[in-house]
């Protein structure tokens, strides 16, 4: 009996302390223009539960501050996709290695909004229904839709880069650099440095596993005492 109280304080410890995320740091100030913090993301945050995928973008001032300011996520999910751009809204933005194959547009005027586009082979194509959603913090930008809308499941691993743009420039910050950049249309090409995200169960549904197991190891070793 003390060994079960035992696991099943270790779990309940384990699944408040081991929420299902990735933090990505970021360089603040490589938007190098003073006055535009939100372009300049600090961080991205990535989690998820058993169905939905969420992007939380840190950035160096409010979001809501202007409402032309734009951000994207490009993600490599599968083989193959678009290596050589645009990105899924004409912008010369590629990812060489791995390719492109979903794109998150996202903006911040007209109450706010966002889509998702998948690569086609040839061309990019808008996902109806995507269920994405736009919600803004003092400091951030969240994006959040179902995995099964971008073919993943749990176990699966991705590749992804976030950027900040605005109409008539290319990426003026990126998760993936921290090169200093500023106001331009110049070609930008994540190549090597995108960042990777394993989508895990629930922490919570895990510690029921794991003390599930350990309940039937215990009564299992029980009845081998009893001769049961």
């Known amino acids: 009996m003390k060994r079960i109280l035992w696991i099943g304080l270790l779990v309940c410890c384990w699944t408040t302390s081991s929420p299902a995320f990735t933090s990505c740091n970021d360089a603040v100030g490589d938007f190098t223009p003073s006055g535009f913090g939100y372009l300049d993301i600090t961080g991205v945050v990535v989690s998820n539960d058993l169905t939905t995928l969420t992007f939380q973008i840190h950035l160096a001032a409010n979001p809501l501050t202007v409402d032309w300011a734009k951000y994207l996520v490009g993600l490599d999910t599968v083989p193959g996709g678009n290596t050589t751009g645009p990105d899924g809204w004409g912008k010369p933005i590629s990812m060489s290695e791995g390719g492109m194959d979903y794109f998150i547009g996202s903006w911040m005027n007209f109450g706010t909004?966002?889509?998702?586009?998948?690569?086609?082979?040839?061309?990019?194509?808008?996902?109806?229904?995507?269920?994405?959603?736009?919600?803004?913090?003092?400091?951030?930008?969240?994006?959040?839709?179902?995995?099964?809308?971008?073919?993943?499941?749990v176990g699966d691993t991705f590749r992804f880069d976030v950027y900040t743009t605005s109409d008539g420039n290319a990426v003026l910050d990126a998760l993936s650099t921290s090169d200093p950049r500023s106001w331009n249309n110049n070609p930008f090409d994540t190549g090597s440095q995108a960042r990777s995200y394993t989508l895990v169960p629930e922490p919570n549904l895990l510690g029921l596993l794991i003390l599930g197991g350990g309940l039937w190891w215990q009564a299992r070793r029980g009845r081998r005492r009893t001769g049961m």
């Open 113 to 153: 909004g966002a889509e998702l586009r998948t690569w086609t082979g040839s061309a990019w194509t808008l996902v109806s229904g995507s269920g994405i959603s736009v919600a803004t913090g003092p400091s951030s930008v969240v994006l959040s839709l179902p995995m099964g809308t971008l073919g993943l499941n």
